[in-house]
């Protein structure tokens, strides 16, 4: 075996696929809340990717991919046998384990695997964990049944009622809370507003939230600084202080601005590479 | 005989208005013709005050010698003795401050041109195939690792290759060079001269790792038990903000994002690669040391409107060299002095809008000598502007600080050494931007040699 090789590739739903990739360094050093940089090609991106799983025996990792953009579409056509170019790792401050008391994690889309190794880890401390998941659709909803064996109560929720409940993690989280369960501290991992108004929910019901935020990154070392929030007043390195911060006051509006700004040039990228994918060539020359 | 009084030979440079197209190298290798004529000019000096002030101690009047006579090969050995990475040297040290700065003609012919002399010497040597890796002592079977691919650490690696030690390099990023490969642009250092020196080291046995951040992916405590001994060479790598309101506004980059972009990433060439750069129309740099001038000159290629260089003190105290604003100059970059930005301003979306600046004086000098800037009460003005990157300065990267506890650091986050360059950590030793904060890639590589001599000495070596 190879270092980057994918020993395990196992496609989850149409669009998220899951890789286990021999790493043996960051297997052996890995903790929960923390991320690789992944690149798939010459010329490629340095992607942050958070660590679902890792087994220092083994020498493997384990990250969740979503198909969103060139990049991540690039990584989710890799076989098992491939390489990814490089994978550097592990990066980021690892969430704080402790007995909190009664911990809610709360995941949605993709954000379920990356919300999974805290829940783990927050279980082995001695945390009675509940489980939020969210998804747009019932196809869109991974890791239910992994969720369900490690927590001591697992909640779905859909956008269109296909599984779960009807509604949104919010709508859940407030449905424990008015049934009398009393949850101390959240760990969420989701889209950015999700993120924003679970925190502010958790906040109103008196739980403390964290959120894992994912600003565009570069290096992921804390050399550029372009993943810059703000939390707390103050302004930090999302690469290197978290990426899971305190989220009662973190800057949500700003973080959805600054992670916007090449939105039209990651399209245009995605197109390029889609087309390049689709087309079959008829010139009988190649 | 020499010809001391001949003019001084600059060398081919791409025209500005063609040069600020593209990214291709400012200034062309000297030809053999023109080598020829200015290693003519060299006096020989028998106590040469332009090696006595080279960082690294090349032996200059004897490679000029070489070069005058047509020897490359023999010139490049000669400079290979004391310094590995002559291309680079060649290119990106300040020589005005060293060698060329101390030449006894530079008052009334000129200082030899000793910067381009060196480079093209590298150049041909490398080109007709008479640049050799140096040969190394027999192996002494001690191991040591480098930590970061920057000048500090190849040099180091380079120079303990040589001695005889089993050398590898960790680093962070996925291409070597820290910061000659996300810091420097490819118009003042092509990114094949980075990559013919590493091949260089290579070829003296030393082994280069990508993808690991010491200090995450693995500790240094556990590199010591791995190794015989430790070089800390990982640069300073966090940007310095100027904390003012507005900074997290969309447009606004670190010099060090802003590069890295277009250095590392080749964001210049997208969509063939895939990491993109925006820029606006009017840009403006805050800073006006060597990475504004790089982030200024490299802002300028990607062709807005205008980029301009904003400083708080005035022209005689800019830090960066004075041929890179020169150059900058040429290029059309602007430059206003005494200016203290107080705010960003940001339009409904969070973008960039402009900058609110106050104007200053000249005041005492401050501990270094540098007239300190003094604000004029009522001086507040506003500047367009849509692109800002702040270049203000940067510090080491704390990843190493943090997760080696025993590794004793300043308040800012520099390694602290003691007067045998030795860290609070036995077997641990530290150089370039790491124990200085921020300094130049010649004091860098310096620092990085003379740490190799220590460790050769700690691992029993003469």
């Known amino acids: ?286 | 005989m020499p010809n001391p009084s001949a003019p001084r030979n600059n060398g081919y440079q791409q025209a500005p208005d063609v040069r600020k197209h593209n990214f291709e190298e400012v200034a062309h290798t000297f030809t053999d013709e023109q080598a020829h004529n200015e290693a003519e000019r060299c006096l020989h000096c028998k106590n040469a005050r332009c090696q006595a002030n080279c960082p690294v101690g090349v032996q200059i009047p004897d490679f000029i010698a070489y070069v005058k006579g047509g020897n490359i090969g023999a010139a490049v050995s000669k400079i290979m003795e004391t310094s590995l990475l002559p291309a680079i040297c060649g290119r990106v040290c300040p020589q005005e401050k060293h060698c060329e700065g101390n030449c006894v003609l530079k008052d009334k012919f000129g200082a030899v041109n000793i910067g381009m002399l060196e480079r093209y010497t590298a150049d041909t040597a490398r080109k007709q195939g008479l640049l050799k890796a140096p040969k190394t002592a027999p192996k002494t079977g001690k191991k040591v690792v480098c930590i970061g691919s920057g000048p500090s650490s190849i040099a180091a690696a380079a120079e303990l290759a040589r001695a005889g030690h089993d050398v590898t390099v960790f680093e962070a990023l996925h291409a070597f060079g820290g910061v000659l490969r996300y810091g420097i642009p490819s118009f003042r250092l092509p990114r094949e001269v980075i990559d013919h020196e590493i091949e260089t080291v290579k070829a003296m046995g030393v082994k280069f790792i990508p993808d690991v951040l010491v200090g995450a992916t693995q500790t240094v405590k556990e590199l010591l038990a791995q190794f015989d001994a430790v070089y800390v060479g990982s640069g300073a790598g966090l940007p310095t903000m100027t904390g003012i309101p507005g900074e997290n506004g969309v447009g606004v980059y670190s010099a060090n994002e802003f590069l890295t972009r277009i250095n590392l990433m080749q964001a210049y060439k997208f969509p063939q690669t895939d990491t993109p750069i925006k820029i606006g129309q009017q840009v403006v740099v805050l800073g006006a040391g060597n990475s504004a001038m790089d982030a200024a000159r490299s802002a300028m290629r990607l062709e807005p409107q205008s980029v301009t260089v904003c400083y708080r003190r005035s022209a005689a105290e800019m830090p960066a060299r004075a041929a890179e604003v020169e150059h900058a100059k040429e290029e059309g970059v602007g430059f206003e002095f005494l200016l203290t930005p107080k705010e960003i301003l940001t339009d409904e979306n969070g973008r960039v809008k402009g900058i609110k600046f106050t104007r200053n004086e000249l005041g005492a000098p401050d501990e270094k000598g540098r007239r300190r800037p003094v604000e004029i009460p009522g001086s507040e003005f506003v500047k367009e502007a849509d692109t800002v990157i702040v270049a203000i300065g940067q510090r080491p990267n704390p990843v190493i600080a943090k997760t080696t506890p025993d590794l004793k650091t300043t308040s800012r986050g520099v390694v602290e050494m003691d007067e045998q360059g030795k860290t609070s950590i036995p077997g641990v030793y530290a150089g370039g931007d790491i124990i200085r904060g921020g300094a130049t890639v010649l004091l860098a590589m310096k620092d990085g040699i003379e740490a190799a001599k220590r460790i050769h000495a700690y691992l029993g070596g003469k």
Request: aromatic share 6%; glycine share 10%; net charge neutral.
């Open chain 1, 1 to 286: 075996m190879q270092e980057n090789e994918i020993v395990l590739r196992e496609q989850l739903n149409d669009v998220i696929v899951k890789f286990e990739i021999y790493k043996p360094l960051i297997a052996k050093s890995a903790r929960a809340g923390q991320f690789v940089i992944l690149r798939g090609r010459e010329g490629g991106e340095r992607v942050p990717v958070t660590l679902v799983d890792w087994n220092a025996h083994k020498g493997t990792i384990t990250v969740i991919i979503q198909a969103i953009g060139k990049s991540t579409s690039l990584f989710n056509s890799f076989q098992k046998g491939d390489k990814f170019l490089n994978v550097a790792g592990p990066l980021g401050t690892p969430v704080e384990v402790k007995n909190y008391g009664t911990v809610a994690v709360v995941g949605g889309g993709v954000g379920i695997a990356e919300v999974f190794p805290i829940a783990r880890v927050l279980k082995q401390a001695g945390n009675k964990v509940i489980a939020i998941l969210g998804a747009r659709t019932k196809d869109l909803l991974i890791l239910e049944k992994e969720m369900v064996d490690l927590c001591d109560k697992t909640v779905c929720a859909t956008d269109d009622g296909s599984y779960g409940m009807k509604g949104m993690v919010t709508d859940a989280l407030q449905m424990l809370h008015d049934a009398g369960e009393k949850i101390n501290v959240g760990f969420i991992i989701g889209p950015i507003p999700m993120m924003k108004f679970t925190s502010r929910l958790m906040d109103k019901l008196g739980i403390v939230p964290h959120a894992s935020l994912n600003p565009i990154m570069l290096d992921g070392t804390g050399m550029c600084g372009c993943c810059r929030v703000t939390v707390e007043g103050q302004v930090r390195f999302a690469c290197v202080d978290g990426p899971m911060f305190p989220s009662k006051t973190i800057d949500f509006d700003e973080l959805i601005r600054r992670t916007s700004e090449y939105r039209p040039l990651e399209k245009e990228s995605l197109e390029n590479f889609q087309r390049e994918k689709d087309h079959i060539c008829k010139c009988g020359l190649h």
